[in-house]
């Protein structure tokens, strides 16, 4: 399957149905007059957050999504049939936007979860509504309201609880294939990862949690350079963040993790502010004083501890499980907090008006 993190789609919840123009005329019945129905509404347009989706892969190749009108009133004062609502279904994570990516209008992040995008038009009156004491016999109806029209986006940001950030041939792939099921291409040249991965990384039978890869950055990302900075979104509602730099490469460490750093604070949305794991990946090419001079270098230039840098190999395995378990404290301390921050206060009063 493809993956597709936006989609422009054009809406339109159905009319609603005309109200009727209709008269009682029955045999021995006394007084006749006006018995038209109304009509019945249009379909409404529900956007629906369902599991086992996560691409938006379906809306390149349908972007109308046209709710049915209501039905015509009709005689006997019947009530014309309401149009079933249209649904489509989004994956978690999914947000909505205007058409000019200006106001975010709804933002689904649990599976079953679901926003009408646009209401369906009310029915039109039967003349029924229209008799009076005047008017004993009106001829007068209305037709439906007509429904919303409109262009959105359907932007997704993946929901993951830890993100991979880094260059281009940090090893960010390796390392997520080292630790997880997920499959992400690797080979040795840039740029080979081209869209976000998922991988759910499991500590052991307990507890796990789920780590998302996006492809590497380059300075000047935020301005389009490279695959620029899209991407970014999807680890916007991560906790955490690991980030990867490699020991092995001719660039200069201190300088790999400034140019990382300046483009998450470029792209903004609280991405520099986030917890940050650092590792000094690709230790299985260095020998020991390599490490330890590049370690003390990339510990100077993110203003920690030394020994605040792990030193990994996703290849070989050298100190995955030590990561984990910093990744997984964190992550354990994240929804504890969000747990405690939904959970009422005892002691918490009842608003009201002065």
Known sequence: MRFLD???IYIRSGDGGPGAVSFR??????????????????????????????????????????AKSGKGGAGRQRTGASAEALV???????????????????????????????????????????????????????????GEERWIWLRLKLIADTGLVGLPNAG????????????????????????????????????????????????????GAGIGDRFLGHVERTGALLHLVDGAGEEDVAEAYRVVREELAAYGNGLSEKYEILALNKADALDADT??????????????????????????????????????????ELRRSEVEKDEPHEDAGTWSPI
Do not use: M
């Not at 006006?34 to 529900?46: C, L, Q, S, T």
């Not at 936007?97 to 039109?124: C, H, M, R, W, Y």
């Not at 920690?304 to 997984?328: C, H, R, T, Y």
């Open 291 to 332: 490490i330890n001079e590049r370690r003390q270098r990339l510990a100077q230039a993110a203003k920690i501890a030394p020994e605040d840098v792990f030193v990994l190999s996703g290849a070989a395995g050298i100190g995955v499980d030590q990561i984990k378990e910093a990744l997984w404290r964190h992550v354990v």
């Open 172 to 223: 960010k792939s390796t390392f997520l294939a080292s630790v997880s099921a997920a499959k992400p291409k690797i080979a040795d040249y840039p740029f080979t990862t081209l869209h976000p991965n998922l991988g759910v990384v499991r500590v052991d039978e307990a507890r796990s949690f789920v780590l998302a890869d996006i492809p590497g950055l380059i300075e000047g990302a935020h301005e």
């Open 88 to 146: 489509i279904d989004a994956p978690p994570g999914t947000q909505v936007l205007d058409e000019n990516k200006e106001f975010v209008l709804a933002d689904l992040t649990e599976p079953g979860q679901s926003v009408i995008l646009a209401k369906g038009g009310d029915g039109g009156w039967g003349n029924v509504n229209y008799k009076s004491s005047t008017n004993q016999a009106p001829r007068r109806s209305t037709p439906g309201w007509p």
């Open 6 to 8: 936006e989609a422009k």
């Open 25 to 66: 005329r029955e045999k021995f019945v006394e007084f006749g007059g006006p018995d038209g129905g109304d009509g019945g509404r249009g379909g409404d347009i529900v956007l629906r957050c369902v599991e086992n989706l996560n691409t938006l892969i379906d809306y390149r190749y349908r972007q109308h999504f046209r």
